[in-house]
């Protein structure tokens, strides 16, 4: 627990993660649009990119309007290493009865593997409730299985 824990990505680097892939989509969807002006990718096919958010304090989430095209999930960790996600994975599966799927954001240059909860939700509100449940679980547990808390992943179409 103790290697996973000492592996997992930190707080600051995944805001810095979020607002570097915000960027690299705001620069896709520039080059989408000059893309679709230019005669010569008139047989081109534009594919819509994920835009992603992050809300790890409550208040955070006064802006956000739900959205038919969002979706929000709980991030229980995120990992540089496959096997490691992976293994924390297990964990919660095996000690807590928890499904999760791994997945890495479109545009993340870094591929990181991010550990969320199998369900998505279509309003924050529901997202929010999840959150606070699962802070409240991890809080509760004797061992720490992360250095961090859960918080929510928005992904919007």
């Known amino acids: ?34 893309s679709k002006n230019s005669t010569k990718s008139i047989n081109s096919i534009s594919r819509k990119r994920k835009l992603y958010s992050a809300i790890h304090e409550k208040e955070e989430a006064a802006n956000v309007t739900d959205s038919p095209n969002s979706n929000y999930s709980i991030v229980l960790g995120v990992y540089q290493i496959f096997n490691y996600a992976k293994e924390y994975q297990k964990i919660l599966k095996r000690e807590f009865s928890i499904n999760t799927k791994l997945v890495q954001l479109d545009g993340d240059k870094n591929n990181y593997n991010y550990v969320i909860m199998d369900v998505e939700y279509s309003k924050i509100s529901e997202a929010l409730t999840k959150m606070d449940e699962m802070r409240d679980f991890v809080s509760k547990q004797k061992v720490k299985v992360t250095n961090g808390q859960p918080w929510i992943l928005i992904s919007t179409q």
């Open 1 to 34: 627990l103790e290697k996973l824990k000492q592996n997992e990505v930190s707080k600051e680097k995944l805001e810095k993660i979020i607002e570097s892939v915000k960027q690299s989509k705001s620069t896709a969807k520039k080059s989408d649009e000059e």
